[in-house]
């Protein structure tokens, strides 16, 4: 009877904590990605910091970027011993193997196989099933007979408990360890070599992947068969608290929180908060659940990820990469949205949501909570607002007098009133004054006086209501000739500031201000100007918001987001005026679609690409996307709300983003920047490898390697990781080469390699630091030393005989080169080209002349550089040439490479503006976007590696 109310119990729990899956959004790596088979048996992380897979057809090593594979390659006894991989465990520099045919020992520094004769001696070619490091410099070892511990330093091997076949060890609270054999459980005193005592639990098997987790804090774990059973240490006894199919792995996150595996039913978590076990099963519906329902092991790291090996590939859940929670439409589902495309949402006293879409309005109760919501889709016909079932819902408003306003794309405007029973719906009628301009209607506002503004397709409606409540419209829309009308009758926002002021943002109109006095009604008009650069910078406006310092944004269409400015002088743009901000200045996307600010007054921007966060005082963003758990598609304009509680909702294209930037845990690993693989000509170099007669590296690369590259080939590329698994992309590194950079280089983890090539004899350092997901950097470099050999033609006497050679040269050929003098090619301040010092043609020579003549021509004139999207191939095409001649052309006769070439136009270009005093309205990142650079970082770097000075900088000098 007993049983039969566990299993009841554990049914019950798991149709209640099903939905709580969705919870953990596992990414997935499979043999396509790399890992070299996808039955991933075992999970470690070294003493290094790299994460080492085993697999059933090989040994995986993993930087956070890329997977190195070990196999075994048959008559080679520096390759591991075999590909079936059983057991994994990590000592200080050493990797331990256990494999079907025994086992290997990897040195994590060299990556090479330790010879280990004294081990191979006793395991010979038998199957290695457990490995265990006890953090005191013991192995613990069993294959199918017998049973070890290895001393990790000396290798030293001892046969231990060899009357039991041990499954599972782990350390305990002091000397004492728990060992699961299958005599039973055993605590055991290896100082003494003595079983304390036996705990009859029952047979642990090693096929069965037992396990017995120890914490700090003296709790024990085990998984025994079906079985997961609890230390009572008051009773010194083990309890069962759950019961599941073929039980394995377990470990631990920093919140306490126990996830174990299960053969057969997935992963299972144990909440520290609630006491619960709360099942995570595989969906194949869901391309964010666990890949299988079959778990070999899991393992949660020190950044509280939790990786999962799967019969069907490597499971990770990164708490980084899901901040961002949703709702969509699933047909299958009846308790999710009915359209994924959200116009609008609105929340309501008693906390509902009401969410318009494209289809109807849906209402979303989240009492249970955020992760389980209840949605309802709202039928509109019990109140006669058929219509509204179908409906593009634009807008939802409630205001001051209780009266819900819903309005719609082209079905017009509805009203209902549920405490005196009305409702009400308008539409435009032709001839009818005094009905609404459209019925198309799109923004709803009420000001500080109580009135109801509707913004439409065909101009601005006022409200008006007598006391019989009848209602009636005062439309306000353009008129050609009255300079003071709304300028365009487009409408898409309405929206009044803290000093009562009305603003309408309109469909390539720019924005208008409204004036009232008495019962007049004019705009003031707000446009972008070209030559203005502190006008509007796009007269798309869709967006109007004001944050909690009273100041006011404009999200435009296609020129980022616009800051009001007043400095109160009326003969100046009425005292009026804005601050742009747009990709330039790190806006993830041009396009506006809503503003919201969270609690640390950060402004959340949604665009078309995902959120950028910007912080006001320091004038930083920071981008969202879709690896960041961002729904795809773009968001709508205006589909926004912010809760009490600080959580911010965003609606879109594909439903409903939403998240509370209060909660977003700050990833406080500091990172360990490695070097992980140099490269020459594409191909990884080995330790050892000759290259031009030469060894290039003589050990592992790592900080203080040695590097030596012959002059005449010293392409090359080192790739680097940081060692922290946390969304990777989004590290950051900064490197440079001692010698040759006079700045920081910076790149993020999206290519975490560096290039050079052409590099002049001699030494050089190459610096690295990296940064974690959320900005925690590691300010320690570490370093590679580069040597680049000297060839025959450096030798000093050769030097000096080329340099007599030389001046007799430039004796004899004075007057051969004053013919040249009218073929000056570089008549504007552009580089100076030196002729190719190759043995050419004398027709070629004069086609590239003619060549360089067109480039400097498309340069000068043409000034092509502007274009911010220029590229070797635009440029290539546009004097007729190939790429290839072009980069020789330039490497050759000018002296520098294509981006080279064109930054050195883009700098001439923001100098002359610096010095104009008509660009002093114009802000620096402006400066640069219309000079042709494409990020403020670049364009400030690149500036001061030209001039030696910030554009800030320079502006000052010349301004003052």
Known sequence: MRNNYTILIIGLLMTVYCSWSQEYKFQHFSSVDGISHNEVRKIIKDDKGFFWFGTQNGLNRYDGYRFKRYKHIPDDNTSIIGDKIYALTSSEDKLWVGTLTGLSVINTITLEVIPTPNILKSVENNSVYQLFCDGSNNIWMSTKNNNYTIDAESLEINPIL???????????????????TDKGLLQYDLENARILKTYDIGSFDYFGLNK???NSYGEVWITIGDKILRYQSERDRFIEVYSSNSLNSISENRDGDIFFGSYGDGLLKYSRATGLFEPIIANPSDHHSISSNDVYDVYVDEENIVWVGTQEGLDYYDYSRHRFNSLIHLPESKNSLRSSFVQTMFQD?????????????????????????????INMESKGFELLNSSYISSIFRDSKERLWIATMSNGLFMTHEKSNTYKHFTHRNNDLSSIASSSVRAILEDHLGRMWFGTGAGLSLLQEDTKSEYSFENLGYTKFNTKSIPLNDIYSLFEDSKNRIWIGMNDGGIALLQEQGEGKSFMRFKHMPSNPESLSNDEVFVIYEDSEKQVWFGTSAGGINLLREDGNPKVNNGYYFKSYTELDGLSDNEINAILEDDESNLWIATNTGFSKFNPKEETFTNYSTYDGVLKGKFRKNAKWKTVDGTLFFGGAAGINYFNPNKFKLNETIPKPVFVDLIIDGKVINVGQILDDSVIINKPLSSGSVIQLPKNDNRFEIEFA????????????????????EDWRHITGKDPIARYSRLQAGNYRLYLKASNNDGIWNENPIYVDIKVRANFLDKMIVKIGFTVLLLISLIFGTLGLKKFKNRDLNKLPNPKVKKSPRQIDPNLEKENLAKIEELNHVMNI???????????????????????HLSFLLNEYIGKNFYDYINYYRVEEVKKRLKDPNYKRQTLSSIGGDCGFNSKSAFNRIFKNLTGKTPNEYQNIHWD
Do not use: M
Not at 162 to 180: E, M, P, R, S, T
């Open 162 to 180: 060899q009357d039991y076949n041990i499954a599972c060890v782990a350390k305990g609270l002091g000397k004492y360890y728990w060992i699961g």
């Open 212 to 214: 017995i987790h120890s």
């Open 349 to 377: 006293k008693d906390g509902n949501f009401w969410i318009g879409t494209r289809e109807g309005i849906d209402c979303v109760d989240f009492k249970k909570g955020y992760t389980n919501p209840k949605i309802t889709h």
């Open 722 to 741: 940081s060692l922290t698994f946390s969304s990777p992309y989004r590290n950051k590194y900064a490197y440079k080469l001692e010698g040759k950079d």
């Open 862 to 884: 043409d000034k092509i550089y502007l274009d911010s999207k220029l590229g070797l191939a635009q440029l290539a095409e546009k004097i007729e040439i190939s790429n290839n």
